[in-house]
């Protein structure tokens, strides 16, 4: 479907929203016709993507503008974490399709009243939990989901990295602007969990600290306190549990995620950057039958690289991005339901809002405490 677009925040994020929709452009007939920043940097740079002869966006100098103004079908919202409450209450009026950049907001409050505001609106809110997308990542899902290794009871997600790239004016170096590591960073693996496991999780045990990163920085006489390492249980109920290892001082892994899911009939692995999906399955495991000779040598195991070769445009984040404005498209075509929600992207929030009280509380924390209920 033919969409005109509005990106509302111009940086890194934005012109990754901005070069997924032009490589798409030829294709659904789509166009980027109205942008907001006020950081005129990330506007020339946004502009400067618009090369042969293509027509560049108009420029708005507020959000309110662009919003108002008739250029667009639909909206991403690409600002900073702390800004997507207020910017969407602002689009949330309107008829406009949105798709809000991950974390949906940084504070629950915020994200149930945004979820109060889009009831009953005719045009769609999308968050964006691109993981999901990744081509290895959706194969495996994909796979489990079919009942391919069984009952799935645990998911495992490690993530080795380096530390937070900068932004401008170093926003996130701070809980407040951020809602915290495990709210920026790892909301997308807390809705995978839940994803995968079609469950929700009711509580959440959490270690962690900042240990490393950023500890030598000062802006305004403050010290940034953004964690950066942590070990997060998630409860679910029926007795699955899944995972997260995050250490963000460990960079140059192989494969800096690892995304694992066992069912009781056997497992899955996703890695990236490797793009690879391991599968390994016995019909014999329920007999415990694997403790012979074969037991901890990797046979039986089918490795493979996934990729999707309808992708024109990889980006930062391995197609994830690209599969998702198709699918975005799609349900406005179709008149569907967004495929992320925004419930979903506010429990996502809460798991990392749960860890992160953990952490400092030294318990476990129900989600019921999080969210009010």
Known sequence: MALRYGIIGCGSMGREHIL???SQGTQLGSAVTAIHDPHLPSIEASLALFGGGMRPPKVFATAEDLIQSKQCDAVVVATPNFTHA???????PSDLHILVEKP????????QDVIARAAGR????WVGQEYRYMPPVAEMIRQAQAGEIGKLLRVSIREHREPFYPKIGDWNRFNANTGGSLVEKCCHYFNLMEFILGEKAVSVFATGGQ???HLDESYGGKTPDILDSAYVLVQFAHGRDAMLDLCMFAENA?????????????????LIPSLT???????????????????GTGR????RRVWDSNIRYPGQHFGATYIEHQKFAAAIANRSPPEVTLVEGMRAVAIGLAAQKSIFASRLVRLDEILGE
Do not use: Y
């Not at 949906?104 to 994200?111: E, V």
């Not at 192989?254 to 996703?270: A, H, M, T, W």
């Open 20 to 22: 997924t929709i032009l």
């Open 254 to 270: 192989p494969d800096n995620e690892q995304i694992i899911v066992v069912g009781d009939k056997g497992r899955l692995e996703s």
């Open 300 to 303: 039986g195991v089918d490795i």
């Open 86 to 92: 207020d910017i969407l209450r602002q689009l949330l």
């Open 122 to 125: 005719r045009g769609i809110v």
């Open 104 to 111: 949906l907001c940084t504070t629950i409050a915020d994200c």
């Open 211 to 213: 240990r490393v990163n």
């Open 277 to 295: 999906l391991a599968k390994s399955h016995r019909a014999d495991w329920g007999r415990r039958t694997a403790w012979g000779k074969d037991a």
